[in-house]
């Protein structure tokens, strides 16, 4: 579970400055239950794929086998594709919602 709320914390918690300073290639994003588009940029998802990566090598121990290559493969690039495509502001719930299902169908295998 450390992974999740650390991948959210750090990853989107940078997600910002980093988005104000380099955020260049940018892509449309929904607003949830309002019809506002918002915009994310493709720089800031870099650093949510490479916190979940960092964390996952850092955290490696803890699984093996199948639940090793999920957590490696599977867990920074659907944090990054969650933190994508989730609607404005209802990121972080999204985060913790799909970050500990792998983590649980990781530690289960």
Avoid at 82 to 87: G, L, M
């Amino acid at each position: 579970m450390y992974m999740t709320i650390l991948t959210t914390t750090l990853g989107d918690g940078l997600a910002e400055p980093v988005g104000v300073r380099f955020g260049k290639h940018k892509y449309a994003v929904k607003g949830f239950l309002i019809d506002k588009t918002f915009y994310r940029s493709y720089e800031v998802s870099m650093v949510v794929f490479t916190t979940a990566l960092i964390l996952a090598l850092l955290f490696m121990h803890s699984f093996h086998g199948v639940g090793l290559a999920m957590m490696i493969i599977l867990f920074p690039l659907a944090m990054t594709l969650t933190e994508a495509k989730s609607p404005h502001t209802w990121d972080t719930p999204f985060l913790f919602f799909v970050g500990n299902l792998i983590i649980t169908a990781a530690y289960l295998l």
